[in-house]
């Protein structure tokens, strides 16, 4: 129900988004709110995803003070659910090639918006020094970025060997 590409227009997650929580999870039965709303694939809307993910009894988030402190497995019979689909390795395998392929997306298009702010940057007549600071920024950026698909699809390369090896 979670990891399945069925119902994605009215669901409020993705299946990368989910398999990232029940690896996590299967890992760690407690996890720091704030640290899945950082990762990569919860930049967009991680709040709303999160309370989805909730509603649909997959995490159960806990609070203090008031506020989303921690992430635990919506039943207590998930933990070892969880610990279960992680050790499928051809399942692991796609899942993870699958959040390998968006994350990839996603620093593709990070790489586009530092390209096309470059060329405009460079294009300006006279090259004011005091942008300077601001290009070598985007070129810093530009290189995090490449250097994270080039990861991205060397890990990518291994989990099709396993997708192509095994049944």
């Known amino acids: 129900m979670y990891l399945l590409d069925a119902d994605l227009a009215t ?3 993705t299946p990368q988004q989910a398999w990232h929580l029940i690896k996590e999870l299967a890992r760690n039965e407690i996890l720091r709110y704030n640290g899945i709303l950082l990762s990569d694939l ?3 809307g991680g709040e709303q ?3 989805a993910l909730e509603q649909a009894e997959l995490i ?3 609070s203090l003070n008031g506020r989303p402190h921690a992430i635990k497995p919506g039943k207590p019979v998930y933990q070892e659910a969880f610990k279960y689909l992680t050790e499928d390795n051809v399942l692991r395998s796609r899942l993870d090639l699958a959040i390998l392929t968006q994350l990839t997306a996603i620093e593709n298009k990070n790489m586009d918006k530092f390209e096309s702010e470059l060329r405009l940057l460079t ?3 006279g090259h004011p020094k005091e942008l300077l600071p601001r290009i070598r920024w985007l070129l810093n950026k530009s290189q995090a970025s490449q250097a994270k698909i080039e990861k991205y699809e060397a890990e990518g390369a291994n989990l099709k060997k396993v997708l192509t090896q095994e049944y």
Do not use: E, N
Request: glycine fraction near 0%; aromatic fraction near 14%.
């Open 11 to 13: 669901r409020k997650w």
């Open 42 to 44: 919860y930049k967009d």
């Open 49 to 51: 995803t999160l309370q």
């Open 60 to 62: 159960l988030i806990t």
């Open 123 to 125: 294009d300006m007549p």
